[in-house]
């Protein structure tokens, strides 16, 4: 919303500062140098900060920025304003892609989704806001343009700028239209510093976040295609939203009326898909996303080069390209996030190619139009997007795939290794029991020896004890000693040892 209002309220602000709007267009290369070196600012302190605490810095520098715009009464303080103003939405759209990535991490898609949802939510409604609050009440800038103004109105404004730098607007729908933002905005930046008292559940949340870091092999290969990526792709969203209602009057014939209805059509299924695409996000992958993305915006901008003068395909293409284009930029982000940890730094680089996309090629695009007004240079630009995105994607699922396949790999060789160290300790095992079995066997031979040793003394004795009764006794008690030897529990044993203790004793 603090965004958006701009563009509406333009013809206001010029007035105010008594300027016309052709002088005053500063403002929007002031605040995109803001919006630039705030996103490189809010990645280095978001790596040394609180996020809570800087964005809710950021949403309260938001707000008094809201409220000093209308009071600017110079030219160059509104300049100056826009570009302060710029910073801190740069350091906001940089720290709530960080932070939604440091809560949730690569689980955060369908929240990434919403994020980026409320960003089309605002701009739909801000001009709606401005409607109402500036009503019919606003003063044309055409009736207050340097050059229709008189020598005498200069110099009384020049006095009105001597005697004070901001004053009161004339027109107070235009204040009002600021405030109801900024007091909205500064709401939400209390909800901020009230998560600051949440020690214990932001502390769990960062050693989560800490346990889950990784970095890719090729970690800044990848950031520096994504930021080509999402050069490419902001460029072509922004040229073709910002181009496609002169481009259907000038060159397909269409009524303004038509022609607004379209611009309408374009950035209505872009919001609309952006808040399907958080149910989308819970059941489908990011790349998959980025995929159907790539293929529906290849497709619609091919159909509207091929047939660029058919008012239908203009009608459908144009709803299929802003369809394709709603979710890239949020699953981009929760992509990257799968492969490699994406902090403060990393997050405002590619962020930085965002914005210079969005600078740069509709600038471009502005005065090939002017000097080729024939050809079709906006169906062109948006055809040579949509073929740089779809060529750059599979090279960096290949760069951030291939170190896990890599990976795979070897943890498949380590178990394997360690299935064999396992079966050939087990077969160590077994042989030790084995050989466990057999120094056992031996002392129980040792033992069954003793024993046989014993007896055969015993029998020998006795028979000496014996030589002095009579034959038949002898015979007896031999009989019964036999028959006591042969039953004893050392010699039922089948044991080589047993057998020679017999044949000891037979011999004796």
């Not at 050069?231 to 014939?253: I, L, M, R």
């Amino acid at each position: 919303m603090s965004v958006a209002i701009l563009g509406p309220t333009f013809q206001d602000l010029a007035t105010n500062v008594n300027r016309n709007i052709s002088s005053l267009s500063l403002i929007f290369v002031g605040r995109a140098f803001g919006f630039l070196s705030g996103s490189v600012i809010g990645g280095i302190l978001l790596d040394n900060m609180n996020h809570f605490l800087l964005l809710g810095m950021s949403m309260l520098a938001t707000t008094v920025g809201l409220y000093l715009v209308p009071f600017c009464k110079t030219a160059v303080l509104l300049i100056i304003m826009m570009s302060v103003f710029g910073v801190s939405i740069g350091i906001l759209d940089t720290g709530g892609n960080v932070l939604i990535l440091a809560i949730w991490g690569d689980k955060g898609a369908p929240h990434m989704q919403a994020l980026h949802f409320s960003f089309a939510l605002g701009a739909f409604l801000a001009p709606l806001l401005a409607k109402l609050a500036l009503g019919t009440t606003t003063v044309s800038a055409a009736n207050h343009t340097e050059a229709d103004s008189n020598h005498s109105a200069l110099n009384q404004s020049s006095e009105a700028d001597s005697e004070s730098l901001f004053r009161v607007p004339d027109n107070m729908n235009l204040l009002w239209a600021y405030a109801i933002i900024g007091t909205y905005i500064f709401v939400v930046s209390l909800f901020f510093f009230a998560l600051l008292f949440k020690k214990s559940s932001r502390q769990e949340k960062a050693k989560a976040s800490a346990q889950r870091s990784r970095r890719a092999k090729y970690h800044n290969a990848l950031l520096c295609l994504l930021f080509l990526f999402f050069f490419f792709y902001v460029g072509a969203e922004v040229t073709y939203g910002s181009y496609v209602f002169s481009f259907a009057t000038t060159h397909a014939g269409m009524k303004e009326s038509e022609a607004a209805l379209l611009n309408s059509v374009f950035w209505g299924t872009f919001a609309a898909c952006r808040g399907l695409a958080i149910f989308f996000a819970t059941c489908l992958q990011p790349g998959t996303m980025i995929v159907l993305s790539n293929v529906g915006s290849l497709a619609s901008s091919l159909l509207l080069v091929l047939f660029d003068k058919s008012p239908v395909c203009l009608w459908i293409a144009t709803s299929v390209y802003g369809a394709s284009m709603a979710t890239t930029f949020p699953s981009g982000v929760s992509w990257i996030e799968q492969y490699t940890t994406i902090h403060g730094k990393s997050a405002a680089f590619f962020v930085v190619g965002a914005a210079l996309g969005e600078m740069a090629i509709p600038a471009v695009i502005g005065i090939l139009q002017g000097q080729y007004p024939d050809l079709p240079v906006v169906l062109y630009t948006i055809l040579g997007a949509s073929v740089a995105t779809a060529v750059l994607f599979p090279v960096l699922y290949k760069l951030a795939t291939s170190p896990l396949n890599q990976q795979r790999k070897e943890h498949r060789k380590s178990e394997d290794q360690k299935a064999l160290l396992s079966s050939s300790e087990l077969n160590d095992y077994e042989e030790e029991n084995e050989e466990e079995d057999a120094e056992k066997w031996n002392e129980m031979d040792f033992e069954v020896i003793e024993m046989n040793d014993t007896m055969r003394n015993s029998v020998i004795e006795t028979s000496r004890n014996v030589l002095t009764k009579p034959v038949a006794e002898i015979s007896s008690q031999s009989h019964s000693s036999a028959m006591v030897f042969e039953s004893s529990p050392a010699n039922s044993g089948k044991s080589p040892v047993s057998h020679l203790a017999r044949n000891q004793c037979k011999r004796d």
